[in-house]
């Protein structure tokens, strides 16, 4: 059975710049990659020459069928001290947003993707630090100089994330341990993002006419027998407190992999399990309809937009497999009501996953000593079903 998409439906593929670009030298990600390289995290480097490369990248995609492209501007390299900006930087990232319309390539623009200047960090606390909501208004003020004719604007990516990075953080200068497992966004952090999000949208909207959100990181837990109460008290730390927000928003974006349980103590960790992704995770293509259809329940009817969605894996038709069924669960949801505007698969390329190589989450293969880019056939099949609009 073919079942048909709305008309203007974003089909497409995303990336984030310290992931692909390469020598992001001016930030805090790459800082933690060299001090924590004893303890097995991994360096970025060229990462996969993004930076250089990005034509190349954006064209294969386009000829595969897709219409949209999602990626960051890099903080780090706009602003590499504090109210300096780089017109050098800001022109580059310019020259990204024509070449994806140009290739027919709807671009969808996040302004903070995870990384942050060193200067940032250095002031304090970073996010809790004095002035940082209003560094981060300044940034995308100079930002919005660059986003004439874009459409589609997200402030922050995974604030929710962001907060249990950050959480990490404060935990280790307090003198405690850092937590491997189950550690929760940090409330103090979110709360900060939060703000910084409520100044930047109405930047960003008036400057640019754009649609604005944010992006959240949903978990699309579910509730073991006995364990409802303690589902509803995570699920609002993880997912609800960041959600509520975009209620006031254009659209919000959906970012959704896996599923976990939550039983009366809490998360139940993913057991091992043959069909684990590279990342661990449980193999679960039903939690992108889950994440949709909760989120929903919390904003309302704000458009939503699928952000991200994936599976790091090294069969290509495993990824063709888990995108079809999360495209159907994805559909489901649409039939029942539910505004979504598109579907932006991650990732376009494999890439630098935070600290590690191995988990290749690509639609395209990329060689790390020649930057040759090998196209899977899961890129294809995204393509034609862009093309078709129907799954």
Same mark, same amino acid.
């Given at each position: 059975?073919?079942?048909? &998409?709305?008309?203007?439906?974003?089909?497409?593929?995303?990336?984030?710049?310290?992931?692909?670009?390469?020598?992001?030298?001016?930030?805090? $990600?790459?800082?933690?990659?060299?001090?924590?390289?004893? @303890?097995?995290? $991994?360096?970025?480097?060229? /990462?996969?020459?993004?930076?250089?490369?990005?034509?190349?990248?954006?064209? +294969? +995609?386009?000829? /595969?069928?897709?219409? %949209?492209?999602? &990626?960051?501007? !890099?903080?780090?390299?706009?602003?590499?001290?504090?109210?300096?900006?780089?017109?050098?930087?800001?022109?580059?990232?310019?020259?990204?947003?024509?070449?994806?319309?140009?290739?027919?390539?709807?671009?969808?623009?996040?302004?903070?993707?995870?990384?942050?200047?060193?200067?940032?960090?250095?002031?304090?606390?970073?996010?809790?630090?004095?002035?940082?909501?209003?560094?981060? %208004?300044?940034?995308?003020? $100079?930002?919005?100089?660059?986003?004439?004719?874009?459409?589609?604007?997200?402030?922050?990516?995974?604030?929710? =994330?962001?907060?249990?990075? @950050?959480?990490?953080?404060?935990?280790?200068?307090?003198? !405690?341990?850092?937590?491997?497992?189950?550690? +929760?966004?940090?409330?103090?952090?979110?709360?900060?993002?939060?703000?910084? @999000?409520?100044?930047?949208? #109405?930047?960003?909207? $008036?400057?640019?006419?754009?649609?604005?959100?944010?992006?959240? /990181?949903?978990?699309?837990?579910?509730?073991?027998?006995?364990?409802?109460?303690? @589902?509803? !008290?995570?699920?609002?730390?993880?997912?609800?407190?960041?959600?509520?927000?975009?209620?006031?928003?254009?659209?919000?974006?959906?970012?959704?992999?896996?599923?976990?349980?939550?039983?009366?103590?809490?998360?139940?960790?993913?057991?091992?399990?043959? *069909?684990?992704?590279?990342?661990?995770?449980?193999?679960?293509?039903? /939690?992108?309809?889950?994440?949709?259809?909760?989120?929903?329940?919390?904003?309302?009817?704000? #458009? =939503?937009?699928?952000?991200?969605?994936?599976?790091?894996?090294?069969?290509?038709?495993?990824? =063709?497999?888990?995108? *079809?069924?999360?495209?159907?669960?994805?559909?489901?949801?649409?039939?029942?009501?539910?505004?979504?505007?598109?579907?932006?698969?991650?990732?376009?390329?494999?890439?630098?996953?935070?600290?590690?190589?191995? #988990?290749?989450?690509?639609?395209?293969?990329?060689?790390?000593?020649?930057?040759?880019?090998?196209?899977? #056939?899961?890129?294809?099949?995204?393509?034609?079903?862009?093309?078709?609009?129907?799954?």
């Amino acid at each position: 059975m073919t079942r048909s &998409f709305p008309d203007g439906f974003l089909w497409g593929a995303a990336t984030a710049a310290h992931q692909v670009e390469g020598n992001n030298v001016n930030n805090d $990600q790459w800082q933690f990659e060299l001090s924590a390289a004893e @303890h097995g995290v $991994q360096f970025s480097g060229d /990462a996969v020459d993004g930076y250089h490369r990005y034509e190349e990248d954006m064209r +294969l +995609l386009a000829e /595969a069928g897709c219409n %949209a492209y999602r &990626f960051s501007l !890099e903080w780090s390299r706009i602003e590499p001290s504090p109210g300096r900006f780089s017109r050098a930087m800001l022109a580059h990232y310019r020259r990204m947003i024509e070449t994806a319309k140009r290739l027919g390539l709807t671009p969808v623009v996040t302004l903070h993707h995870f990384t942050h200047p060193i200067w940032f960090g250095e002031k304090g606390e970073a996010w809790l630090g004095e002035g940082a909501i209003e560094a981060f %208004a300044r940034y995308v003020e $100079q930002a919005c100089t660059i986003l004439d004719g874009v459409e589609w604007v997200c402030t922050i990516n995974e604030p929710n =994330i962001v907060a249990v990075n @950050h959480g990490q953080l404060r935990r280790i200068a307090r003198g !405690e341990e850092y937590q491997f497992v189950g550690a +929760l966004p940090d409330a103090e952090i979110g709360e900060a993002l939060i703000a910084a @999000h409520r100044v930047a949208a #109405p930047l960003v909207r $008036q400057a640019t006419g754009a649609k604005v959100g944010w992006t959240v /990181a949903n978990q699309a837990l579910v509730p073991a027998p006995g364990g409802e109460r303690k @589902h509803a !008290e995570i699920q609002y730390i993880w997912e609800d407190m960041y959600l509520e927000p975009a209620r006031d928003d254009d659209f919000v974006g959906v970012q959704s992999y896996t599923s976990q349980p939550v039983d009366e103590k809490g998360v139940v960790p993913h057991p091992p399990h043959p *069909d684990n992704t590279l990342m661990g995770w449980a193999y679960r293509p039903d /939690a992108l309809g889950i994440a949709v259809r909760h989120t929903h329940d919390v904003v309302g009817d704000v #458009p =939503i937009l699928v952000t991200e969605n994936g599976i790091a894996t090294a069969d290509d038709r495993r990824r =063709i497999a888990y995108t *079809d069924e999360a495209l159907n669960h994805l559909r489901d949801a649409m039939d029942d009501g539910i505004d979504v505007r598109g579907y932006l698969h991650w990732s376009l390329l494999d890439n630098f996953e935070w600290g590690r190589w191995e #988990p290749t989450f690509g639609l395209i293969a990329v060689d790390r000593e020649t930057f040759e880019r090998r196209p899977k #056939p899961s890129l294809a099949w995204l393509g034609g079903i862009a093309r078709a609009n129907a799954v």
